[in-house]
């Protein structure tokens, strides 16, 4: 699992518009191997966006990833860099590090090896094992062992 933080100046008078944008999203970057993406407009002096994710594979890969998202573009678009704010300049805004931020102190609470595809599969069969859970009063031993073979 990779870590990456990023802390962008936000553009004068465009923080509440980003805070209002960000509380609109739902789950944009669904699909790109995410374990976790945080966005927050914080308030030290002038306004910053924060951007930490935590995710399987190469940090150039994910943010390359990251920056052609439409919801992206919209995001950075609020803040100062990049200038102006395209896919293109977004994703070597990202990859040059210039504003990234190193964790200082990281806790967590998965193995680092660890997949978001993993997690995916577990939760699929807790999903399995509940729906058999339900039916199990219903069945015999036999009938029971079966299906349970069948979920592995």
Not at 38 to 64: C, H, I, M, N
Not at 121 to 147: F, G, I, P, Y
Request: charged share 20%; proline share 5%.
């Amino acid at each position: 699992m990779t870590l990456v933080a990023l802390l962008t100046p936000v553009r004068a008078g465009q923080a509440d518009g980003l805070r209002a944008y960000l509380r609109g999203l739902r789950a944009p970057f669904a699909g790109l191997q995410t374990h976790f993406a945080r966005l927050v407009v914080l308030d030290a002096g002038a306004a910053q966006l924060l951007f930490s994710a935590k995710f399987d594979g190469e940090p150039s890969e994910y943010l390359t990833a990251i920056a052609q998202v439409d919801a992206a573009i919209e995001i950075w678009r609020h803040c100062l860099r990049p200038d102006p704010c395209t896919t293109e300049t977004l994703v070597r805004y990202l990859l040059d590090g210039s504003d990234r931020v190193a964790p200082a102190y990281v806790i967590d609470v998965l193995a680092p090896t660890v997949t978001v595809a993993g997690v995916n599969a577990a939760l699929r069969m807790r999903a399995r094992l509940s729906a058999l859970a339900a039916r199990a009063t219903k069945l015999d031993a036999l009938a029971l062992a079966h299906q349970f073979r069948q979920l592995l």
